[in-house]
């Protein structure tokens, strides 16, 4: 594609005129008076564009440096449609220069995905910005400084548009530049790679994300000078990414560090401590091995003490964590208490109000099912039924469809009327459970 005028005359300037013009450019873009309405571009950008293209691509790739500059002067006063027909003239040389690096062509092509977004051109926009990520993903070389800003610019555009897997492209191109910095900021650091671990993740790319997971938790051990603040981020985020692609142990490794990382410093308290401790502790509760749970216990314990000291306790995240704890204590063996945590729970659950109520209409009725299971397998069912009677209600409120959890629903409330000696009503409510999972068989009333 040629990018010059092909109607241009003999008095058109040669490459030798791109820096004087560039020069006349970045005059006017540096007067406002001269440049409103972009007028005063049109002598010296005009020339720029009549340039020969193959005079340009012969010559040093100084020169379509310059036009790149020009552009970039034309973009900060808006005038796009300069800056347009500008960097698509100074892309198009460089695409084609035999002395252009691999990575040059990127900063224009975000820079003219920058133009198009503020002129409001969102196709061209998305062309260019994905133009730029494909071109840093057949790399042979690394990344510059210029060019990974210029890729981070184009995060939030990605995020905006859902773009999980350009978001990768990104991180992955950059992430190895930010790991060879000596000088950087360790905090930068480790901030990279956790946002790398999460657009990973959240892309599905789980073996990708797995391989990410095994750098970041070796960074944090060898980067001492990084805050705890960040490195309990980063290991936050490790975790996460585990869980969501089922890797429990690496999660816990990633969540031991941070406690550890926690206990030692001065954020042993903080929200995302809290937040640490209260996922271990769940991992210690599905494991189930005696010394974990106890540690758990007291996980459980110190995140509630950092929700209610930061005044959450009208939350689900507090009912919850009481539930949580609850189901610890009864596999701890300590009954009183856990009778008294699952209490609360429903308690707290039963307190909210508004919209956190509204969300939290799901964890309501989970809880009100681990309540009332307990209390059938401490043979108390005469206090399971109200509490299971009541998940059943939310069930069917929040899921009518979904006839899986309504019959699990029905059929926990048969079993506590089978254990409190109901058996009419057990029955019955087993009826209705094979019903709700199986309409077709027909074999009860439905009831229930």
Not at 41 to 48: E, N, Q, S
Not at 65 to 93: M, S, T, Y
Not at 246 to 254: F, M
Request: aromatic share 4%.
């Amino acid at each position: 594609m040629r990018t010059d005028d092909p109607s241009r005359g003999p008095t058109s300037p040669g490459v030798e005129h791109t820096a004087e013009l560039k020069s006349q450019v970045l005059a006017v873009t540096a007067d406002p008076a001269s440049a409103e309405l972009g007028g005063g571009l049109d002598r010296p950008v005009g020339a720029l564009l009549t340039i020969d293209d193959d005079a340009l691509i012969a010559a040093d790739p100084v020169h379509a440096r310059h036009i790149l500059d020009a552009a970039a002067g034309a973009a900060q006063i808006g005038a796009f449609a300069h800056a347009e027909r500008l960097l698509l003239k100074g892309l198009n040389v460089l695409l084609r220069h035999p002395l252009a690096t691999e990575r040059e062509p990127i900063v224009p092509m975000v820079n003219l995905a920058l133009v198009y977004d503020a002129a409001g051109h969102a196709e061209p926009r998305d062309r260019a910005a994905n133009a730029a990520v494909a071109h840093a993903a057949g790399l042979t070389e690394p990344l510059d400084g210029p060019t990974a800003h210029a890729l981070l610019a184009l995060v939030g555009h990605f995020e905006r548009a859902g773009d999980r897997e350009r978001l990768v492209g990104v991180y992955r191109a950059v992430h190895p530049y930010v790991l060879s910095l000596v000088s950087i900021d360790p905090n930068v650091r480790l901030a990279t790679t956790g946002k790398y671990i999460q657009a990973l993740t959240a892309a599905g790319r789980f073996a990708d994300a797995a391989d990410a997971i095994g750098t970041a938790l070796e960074a944090v051990a060898l980067d001492a000078s990084a805050t705890a603040r960040w490195r309990l981020r980063l290991l936050l985020e490790c975790a996460t990414a585990a869980d969501r692609a089922g890797d429990a142990a690496t999660a816990v490794d990633a969540l031991r560090r941070g406690r550890d990382v926690a206990l030692d410093s001065v954020h042993a308290d903080s929200d995302l401590a809290g937040i640490l401790y209260h996922n271990l502790a769940g991992h210690y509760l599905r494991r189930g091995a005696a010394d974990e749970l106890a540690e758990a216990r007291d996980l459980m314990t110190r995140s509630l003490g950092i929700v209610r000291h930061n005044g959450r306790t009208a939350s689900a995240e507090y009912a919850g964590g009481h539930g949580q704890l609850a189901a610890i204590l009864d596999a701890l063996g300590e009954e009183t208490a856990a009778t008294e945590a699952y209490a609360e729970c429903v308690r707290l659950f039963d307190a909210l109000q508004g919209p956190e109520r509204e969300r939290a209409r799901g964890e309501h009725a989970a809880f009100l099912r681990d309540a009332g299971l307990f209390h059938v397998r401490r043979a108390s069912a005469p206090a399971a039924i109200p509490l299971l009677t009541r998940a059943l209600a939310l069930r069917r409120e929040l899921s009518p469809g979904d006839t899986t959890a309504v019959a699990d629903a029905l059929s926990d409330l048969a079993t506590a009327h089978f254990e409190s000696g109901d058996l009419a009503a057990a029955a019955r409510l087993h009826r209705a459970a094979i019903d709700t999972r199986n309409p077709a068989l027909g074999l009860g009333s439905g009831a229930g």
